[in-house]
Protein backbone atom coordinates (compact mmCIF):
# COMPACT_ATOMS: atom_id res chain seq x y z
CA UNK A 1 0.00 0.00 0.00
CA UNK A 2 1.34 3.78 -1.33
CA UNK A 3 1.91 6.20 1.80
CA UNK A 4 -0.63 9.31 0.63
CA UNK A 5 0.57 12.88 2.15
CA UNK A 6 -2.22 15.82 2.89
CA UNK A 7 -1.45 19.36 3.28
CA UNK A 8 2.56 18.66 2.45
CA UNK A 9 4.65 21.31 3.45
CA UNK A 10 8.54 21.41 2.62
CA UNK A 11 9.59 20.18 5.78
CA UNK A 12 6.15 17.51 7.04
CA UNK A 13 2.97 16.62 6.13
CA UNK A 14 -0.15 17.38 8.53
CA UNK A 15 -1.80 14.02 7.52
CA UNK A 16 -0.09 11.04 6.45
CA UNK A 17 -1.71 7.57 5.89
CA UNK A 18 -0.45 4.03 5.57
CA UNK A 19 -1.58 0.61 5.72
CA UNK A 20 -5.31 1.83 7.51
CA UNK A 21 -2.99 4.17 10.14
CA UNK A 22 -3.31 8.15 9.70
CA UNK A 23 -0.90 9.72 11.82
CA UNK A 24 -1.21 13.47 12.83
CA UNK A 25 1.55 16.49 12.70
CA UNK A 26 1.57 17.93 15.99
CA UNK A 27 -1.48 20.10 16.39
CA UNK A 28 -1.86 23.20 17.96
CA UNK A 29 -4.45 25.90 18.16
CA UNK A 30 -5.30 28.59 15.54
CA UNK A 31 -5.32 31.43 17.99
CA UNK A 32 -2.49 31.27 21.39
CA UNK A 33 -3.51 34.28 23.02
CA UNK A 34 -6.49 32.27 25.16
CA UNK A 35 -5.98 30.15 28.12
CA UNK A 36 -5.44 25.97 28.47
CA UNK A 37 -8.81 25.64 28.15
CA UNK A 38 -9.48 27.72 24.60
CA UNK A 39 -6.39 26.54 23.20
CA UNK A 40 -7.19 22.86 24.22
CA UNK A 41 -10.34 23.30 22.57
CA UNK A 42 -9.19 24.66 19.24
CA UNK A 43 -6.39 22.11 19.20
CA UNK A 44 -9.41 19.37 19.15
CA UNK A 45 -11.17 20.86 16.60
CA UNK A 46 -8.27 20.85 14.39
CA UNK A 47 -8.03 17.29 15.19
CA UNK A 48 -11.42 16.58 14.04
CA UNK A 49 -10.72 18.52 10.90
CA UNK A 50 -7.82 16.77 10.12
CA UNK A 51 -9.37 13.38 11.02
CA UNK A 52 -12.46 14.17 8.98
CA UNK A 53 -10.18 14.97 5.65
CA UNK A 54 -8.37 11.36 6.22
CA UNK A 55 -11.90 9.47 6.03
CA UNK A 56 -11.83 8.79 10.13
CA UNK A 57 -12.62 10.64 13.32
CA UNK A 58 -12.29 10.51 16.84
CA UNK A 59 -13.57 7.47 18.04
CA UNK A 60 -11.48 5.45 15.80
CA UNK A 61 -7.64 7.45 17.64
CA UNK A 62 -5.90 4.85 19.01
CA UNK A 63 -3.56 6.71 20.22
CA UNK A 64 -2.29 10.67 21.37
CA UNK A 65 0.96 12.57 23.23
CA UNK A 66 -0.28 15.57 24.54
CA UNK A 67 2.72 18.40 25.15
CA UNK A 68 2.16 20.93 27.78
CA UNK A 69 3.87 23.94 28.71
CA UNK A 70 3.06 23.87 32.29
CA UNK A 71 2.03 20.43 33.39
CA UNK A 72 1.44 21.56 36.81
CA UNK A 73 -0.95 24.90 35.78
CA UNK A 74 -2.63 23.57 32.51
CA UNK A 75 -3.16 19.53 32.92
CA UNK A 76 -6.65 20.09 34.80
CA UNK A 77 -7.84 22.59 32.64
CA UNK A 78 -6.51 20.26 29.78
CA UNK A 79 -8.37 17.46 31.12
CA UNK A 80 -11.99 19.24 31.55
CA UNK A 81 -11.92 20.00 27.57
CA UNK A 82 -10.76 16.39 26.94
CA UNK A 83 -13.21 14.39 28.64
CA UNK A 84 -15.65 16.63 27.50
CA UNK A 85 -14.42 15.85 24.32
CA UNK A 86 -13.96 11.79 23.76
CA UNK A 87 -16.89 9.55 23.79
CA UNK A 88 -17.46 7.17 26.24
CA UNK A 89 -15.82 4.00 25.58
CA UNK A 90 -13.18 5.19 22.86
CA UNK A 91 -10.76 6.86 24.77
CA UNK A 92 -7.35 6.52 23.33
CA UNK A 93 -3.88 5.40 25.00
CA UNK A 94 -2.88 8.57 26.07
CA UNK A 95 0.51 10.19 27.38
CA UNK A 96 0.60 13.96 28.71
CA UNK A 97 4.36 15.23 29.23
CA UNK A 98 5.82 18.24 29.53
CA UNK A 99 7.76 20.53 27.28
CA UNK A 100 9.43 23.50 26.05
CA UNK A 101 6.91 24.84 22.61
CA UNK A 102 8.08 26.88 19.75
CA UNK A 103 6.82 29.82 20.61
CA UNK A 104 5.99 31.15 24.40
CA UNK A 105 2.33 31.55 24.47
CA UNK A 106 1.94 28.17 22.88
CA UNK A 107 0.09 25.81 25.90
CA UNK A 108 -0.51 22.57 23.92
CA UNK A 109 0.37 20.27 21.08
CA UNK A 110 -1.00 17.20 20.25
CA UNK A 111 -0.22 14.36 17.95
CA UNK A 112 -2.27 12.24 16.92
CA UNK A 113 -1.98 8.13 15.29
CA UNK A 114 -5.92 7.38 14.47
CA UNK A 115 -6.95 3.73 12.52
CA UNK A 116 -9.22 4.56 8.81
CA UNK A 117 -12.84 3.70 9.15
CA UNK A 118 -14.20 0.97 7.64
Do not use: C
Not at 41 to 49: F, G, P, R, S, V
Not at 58 to 69: G, P, R
Not at 83 to 97: E, K, L, M
Amino acid sequence: MAVQRLRTESRYSEIVIHNGTVYLAGQLADDFSGDIVAQTEQTLANIDLMLAEAGTDKSQILSVTIYLKDMERDYAGLNQVWDAWVRPGTAPARAAVEARMYKPDVLVEMTVVAALNN
